[in-house]
């Protein structure tokens, strides 16, 4: 494992709804809702296994807020694809409608099904508003319920500093780290070919007009439950950076040794959990 710095350019939300059966012509024949929210990066949205689920969110790491929606419903004769109506309700009052489009597909044959998508987030350079939050849904007129969610504005993650982890990122290498422009970042890895696999650490802060060393361990979790040792590295930042990164790798020279599955990556700063995030070998 290799360390390297440079510098930056200048949870589980639940509700149920029970709804009494409907006429197809009144609403649809949902008779059970389930909604919780999750937090990625805006990319593919990811599978049921490597969703985080969770009602506090960090307004600096958090980027993008997606939805998942599972119901039951009668069984129908046929597929059938609805349109969902929602609309996050902010800090301040107001409302945003969704970047994207919602639809929940009923499957004919079956008696429940899940959809999900990104709907909100936030542009790169800015933080989300810290406060709590309310996604409203509907189908055809008919509420689905709620999901609730807060944002909160967490502590730096080195004392007697702003500096925070904004994102954590994963990428594969042969053996070297390579530079920030040719890393390939991804959340997915071949079984049969990957080799090591980089982790890749963006920090945001005003110039510090200091140096400081911030010591950084990253434990992988395997689909087992073990963890291998830690990916040991430095955030060093110059006196004027105005944020920076900070990577390493774990694995091996040889392909084939990842077992597939799903892992989990928790990054210490300061020997403090900071971030943890999840990627796929398959």
């Given amino acids: 494992m290799s360390p390297v710095n440079s510098p930056l350019r200048a949870g589980l939300t639940l509700s149920v709804l029970l709804l009494p059966p409907a006429s197809a012509a009144q609403a649809p024949p949902i008779t059970q809702v389930t909604m919780r929210v999750f937090e990625q990066a805006d990319?593919?949205?990811?599978?049921?296994?490597?969703r985080i689920y969770a009602t506090h969110?960090?307004?600096?790491?958090?980027?993008?807020?997606?939805?998942?929606?599972?119901?039951?419903?009668?069984k129908p004769d046929e597929t059938s694809l609805l349109a969902v109506d929602c609309s996050l309700l902010r800090p301040d009052g107001s409302r945003s409608a969704p970047g994207r489009a919602m639809t929940f597909q009923l499957f004919a044959g079956e008696t429940h099904s899940n959809s999900a998508n990104l709907l909100w987030g936030v542009a790169a350079e800015e933080d989300w508003i810290?406060?709590?939050?309310?996604?409203?849904?509907?189908?055809?007129?008919?509420?689905?319920?709620?999901?609730?969610?807060?944002?909160?504005?967490?502590?730096?993650?080195v004392a007697d500093t702003d500096i925070r982890v904004a994102e954590l990122r994963f990428f594969?290498?042969?053996?070297?780290?390579?530079?920030?422009?040719?890393r390939q970042y991804t959340d997915s890895f071949s079984a049969a070919e990957a080799r090591r696999i980089g982790v890749e650490i963006e920090f945001t802060h005003a110039p510090l007009g200091r140096s400081v060393t911030v010591p950084v361990a990253c434990h992988y979790y395997w689909p087992d439950g073990q963890v291998m040792a830690p990916a040991r590295m430095t955030y060093e930042p110059g006196p004027e950076w105005p944020g920076g990164f900070s990577a390493g790798n774990m694995g091996w020279d040889e392909p084939g040794l990842w077992p597939a599955g799903h892992y989990?990556?928790?990054?210490?700063?300061?020997?403090?959990?900071?971030?943890?995030?999840?990627?796929?070998?398959?």
């Fill in 43 to 50: 990319t593919d949205v990811l599978s049921f296994g490597r």
């Fill in 57 to 74: 969110f960090d307004a600096t790491r958090t980027r993008m807020i997606g939805l998942e929606i599972g119901a039951a419903y009668a």
């Fill in 130 to 157: 810290p406060g709590f939050y309310a996604v409203d849904c509907a189908i055809a007129g008919q509420s689905l319920g709620q999901a609730l969610f807060t944002v909160v504005q967490n502590p730096p993650d």
């Fill in 172 to 182: 594969p290498l042969a053996a070297e780290l390579p530079p920030r422009a040719e």
């Fill in 264 to 282: 989990a990556v928790v990054c210490q700063v300061n020997g403090k959990p900071a971030v943890v995030d999840r990627f796929e070998v398959r």
